[in-house]
């Protein structure tokens, strides 16, 4: 799905990304780890980039829009499958197909209370699990998300990353809790200064490695 060789990104001549070299098989389920700055969201962008036509993204400031409700912020994920007046008919009245959709997804991520709940007034954990849950729903065929459960209790940001390992097809999460990343995912790279320091099964991630990784530069 993805194949990158000697891959680098620059913003105003200062280089972010250099010499990556990265292959994602379909199917695959992966965390990018790293100390901030690292180059993690770029990486993530560059890949949502070169698939984007099949892609969901999570990104790290949740993205969406205040004023409306859970329910159709998780609606955004599908807008673009559907007619303008589909799209407006479904703002006014929910049409039976999208709760019928929706709703469960909401279930499963704890918070089905808060359906029709303006985002504006749910707390950073719940709408974190709000731009999750938009991003399932979308139903792409690879899923990335940038640090998807920061904001989230950690006796429940295992069961959201079970929740969207069972219901994507290819995941590429960064994320900066590294326990939770070694329990929850087979294969782990790590990345510093922009560059790919390893890629490895997370049985062979010992804390040598994780040493290394998070040095001070």
Do not use: W
């Not at 913003?11 to 695959?28: C, F």
Request: aromatic share 6%; glycine share 6%.
């Amino acid at each position: 799905m993805f194949d990158l060789n000697n891959i680098s990104v620059a913003y105003s001549d200062t280089p972010v990304l250099v010499d990556i070299s990265l292959n994602i098989r379909e199917g695959e389920k992966i965390v990018i780890i790293g100390t901030s700055g690292a180059g993690k969201s770029t990486l993530l962008g560059k890949l949502y980039e070169m698939q984007q036509d099949r892609a969901a993204f999570i990104h790290q400031d949740y993205a969406l829009v205040p004023q409306l409700s859970a329910f159709h912020n998780v609606c955004i994920g599908r807008l673009d499958r559907h007619s303008t007046a589909y799209n407006l008919f479904n703002l006014i009245k929910p049409r039976k197909a999208e709760l019928a959709s929706v709703t469960p997804i909401l279930e499963s991520l704890g918070m089905p209370e808060k359906t029709f709940e303006r985002v504006s007034s749910l707390s950073g954990g719940q709408q974190q699990r709000v731009a999750v849950a938009r991003a399932v729903y979308r139903e792409a065929d690879v899923l990335l998300g940038d640090e998807p459960v920061s904001s989230i209790d950690p006796h429940q940001a295992g069961a959201v990353l079970n929740f969207l390992k069972q219901r994507s097809k290819t995941l590429i999460l960064a994320m900066h809790d590294v326990q939770l990343a070694l329990e929850h995912f087979d294969r782990i790279v790590g990345l510093r200064l922009g560059r790919i320091i390893f890629d490895l099964p997370s049985v062979e991630v010992n804390d040598k490695i994780l040493t290394d990784l998070y040095r001070p530069c």
